[in-house]
Nanobody, 116 residues
Framework: QVQLVESGGGLVQAGGSLRLSCTAS????????MGWYRQSPGKLRELVAQ???????NYADSVKGRFTISRDNSKNTMYLQMNSLKPEDTALYYC??????????WGQGTQVTVSS
């Protein structure tokens, strides 16, 4: 079992920046896929950014050029740097880690609110 704890959410004005962190209770070095998702009221959870083993990344079109996903294996932590935030980025953000043969894990979520 792997516990994930997100932090870094908050209230920010449009155009501002936040950095989300997701710290795992165990090593993330064997993860096959890591990512950030978000969900707004009345909407489905959507993929924001993804890191795949081997180093490739995927981003939602709506965040390309503004958000950057990264990881620090030595700290068992994944990050999401969010710049040029927009009100439509307001959501509950979740981190996710998939370790094949072990499990697929989710954090509890951290709220990001962007005011106009």
């Amino acid at each position: 079992q792997v516990q994930l704890v997100e932090s870094g959410g908050g209230l920010v004005q449009a155009g501002g920046s936040l950095r989300l962190s997701c710290t795992a209770s165990k090593s993330i070095s064997l993860s096959n896929r890591m990512g950030w998702y978000r969900q707004s009221p009345g909407k489905l959870r959507e993929l924001v950014a993804q890191l795949i083993s081997g180093g490739s990344t995927n981003y939602a079109d709506s965040v390309k050029g503004r958000f950057t996903i990264s990881r620090d294996n030595s700290k068992n932590t994944m990050y999401l740097q969010m710049n040029s935030l927009k009100p439509e980025d307001t959501a509950l953000y979740y981190c996710n880690i998939l370790i094949l043969g072990v499990g697929n894990y989710w954090g509890q979520g951290t709220q990001v609110t962007v005011s106009s």
